[in-house]
Antibody, heavy 123, light 107 residues
Framework: QVQLVESGGGVVQPGGSLRLSCAASGFTLRSFAMHWVRQAPGKGLEWVAVISSDGSEKFYGDSVQGRFTISRDTSDNTLFLQMNNLRAEDTAVYYC????????????????WGQGTLVIVSS | DIQMTQSPSSVSASVGDRVTITCRASRDIRSWLAWYQQKPGKVPNLLIYATSSLQSGVPSRFSGSGSGTDFTLTISSLQPEDFATYYCQQANSFPLTFGGGTKVEIK
């Protein structure tokens, strides 16, 4: 069955960097768009980034544009989120999420989520 | 960016009640809307996508309707396991955006 396991979270100082990973199993990243969604403590959901099924398209939320980079390793079936120049407001649980399908709009709905990894940005 | 506004922000209801949550988009999103349920300490769960398509395994007491800018999630007969926070999400354009959430609480 589909499984998503995030890792790489932790405590980092403002201005620092972290790389999150999401190991996928039960399906291939080549077949579905993949997303990162975050949730600050006690707050709602915020979409972060997407990579298309063929890897050719990447889009980002306004608050992370230019600082975060989404990528993947299809040989390892792993999704990544490189986070640079981190700010206190980036503190959140980060979820990777699988899209329903490959094409719009199914590529923009999330049917499986990982358990999340907590990122804390603090001095 | 498309802003998604949910109302109410919280609702108190009893088991068996009919509950309706609304979501308004700041501009036309056609039928490209999803609803998620999130219980405390758990990950979000997709209930409905494309406004009214029920995700596999989701009970039929959940239904969605609307188009354009105004959308509704209805729980026809609230069950104990339905007490949770519900989020709408537009899939019309990037950046994808969520509503602020509606907490369904026990009355």
């Amino acid at each position: 069955q589909v499984q998503l396991v995030e890792s790489g979270g932790g405590v980092v100082q403002p201005g620092g960097s972290l790389r999150l990973s999401c190991a996928a199993s039960g399906f291939t990243l080549r077949s579905f768009a993949m997303h990162w969604v975050r949730q600050a403590p006690g707050k709602g959901l915020e979409w972060v980034a997407v990579i298309s099924s063929d890897g050719s398209e990447k889009f980002y939320g306004d608050s992370v544009q230019g600082r975060f980079t989404i990528s993947r390793d299809t040989s390892d079936n792993t999704l990544f989120l490189q986070m640079n120049n981190l700010r206190a407001e980036d503190t959140a649980v980060y979820y990777c999420a699988k899209a329903i399908g490959r094409q719009q709009p199914e590529s923009r709905y999330f049917d499986h989520w990982g358990q999340g990894t907590l990122v804390i940005v603090s001095s | 960016d498309i802003q998604m506004t949910q109302s109410p922000s919280s609702v108190s209801a009893s088991v068996g009640d009919r509950v309706t949550i609304t979501c308004r988009a700041s501009r036309d999103i056609r039928s490209w809307l999803a609803w998620y349920q999130q219980k405390p300490g758990k990950v979000p769960n997709l209930l409905i996508y494309a406004t009214s398509s029920l995700q596999s395994g989701v009970p039929s007491r959940f239904s969605g309707s609307g188009s354009g800018t105004d959308f509704t999630l209805t729980i026809s007969s609230l069950q104990p396991e339905d007490f949770a926070t519900y989020y709408c999400q537009q899939a019309n354009s990037f950046p994808l955006t969520f509503g602020g959430g509606t907490k369904v609480e026990i009355k």
